[in-house]
T-cell receptor, first 112, second 113 residues
């Protein structure tokens, strides 16, 4: 039982490059989330998916897109990376509403 | 939407002392309040949670209290140990059926041996 798995763990991008962060869960979560973590700012919601086939913007969606490919997978795409997107990104899943969120191990992204 | 304020941002204590972290929330519809611990370089993990029909919950050295009227909840750690050093996040969930966790900005707890 792997839980919530993110890839890659580390990534360095040049400004303007694109990339996709992958997230997969085997916990049968209905809801999945993407957060970014910056020093002193806590965990800020980028996008979320309340169920398969639906996605919605969170607090800081600009510069990102997401895809809920199926119930297991929720990817985050940066179309044109900017230095302001340097951060640690966490994917999380949650089962049935009002329960514990399980986090992936995080992706440390640096945009130079 | 929900807004969660967390204080203090940094807390330094001596081993054996108690530590208290406080959070306030804005949406009276929120009804689930988890606390997460994040060790350096690792993912946040749940350590304790409380629901709105309960005023206090304990698990060994940690406890959480909830005051729904005042819309605040607190994490209490007694007999702190160096391994308690980490960043702690509070969260509030359960507004209008969306169930999106809104997190506080975190508290960096440092326990000095």
């Amino acid at each position: 039982n792997a839980g919530v798995t993110q890839t890659p763990k580390f990534q360095v991008l040049k400004t303007g490059q694109s990339m996709t962060l992958q997230c997969a869960q085997d916990m049968n979560h209905n809801s999945m989330y993407w957060y970014r973590q910056d020093p002193g700012m806590g965990l800020r919601l980028i996008y979320y998916s309340a169920s398969e086939g639906t996605t919605d913007k969170g607090e800081v969606p600009n510069g990102y897109n997401v895809s809920r490919l199926n119930k297991r997978e929720f990817s985050l795409r940066l179309e044109s990376a900017a230095p302001s997107q340097t951060s640690v990104y966490f994917c999380a899943g949650e089962g049935s509403g009002n329960t514990e969120a399980f986090f992936g191990q995080g992706t440390r992204l640096t945009v130079v | 939407g929900e807004n969660v304020e967390q204080h203090p941002s940094t807390l330094s204590v001596q081993e054996g002392d108690s530590a208290v972290i406080k959070c306030t929330y804005s949406d009276s519809a929120s009804n689930y309040f988890p606390w997460y611990k994040q060790e350096l370089g690792k993912r946040p993990q749940l350590i304790i949670d409380i629901r709105s029909n309960v005023g206090e919950k304990k698990d060994q050295r940690i406890a959480v209290t909830l005051n729904k009227t005042a819309k605040h909840f607190s994490l209490h750690i007694t007999e702190t140990q160096p391994e308690d050093s980490a960043v702690y996040f509070c969260a509030a969930i359960g507004s209008g059926g969306s169930y999106i966790p809104t997190f506080g900005r975190g508290t960096s707890l440092i326990v000095h041996p």
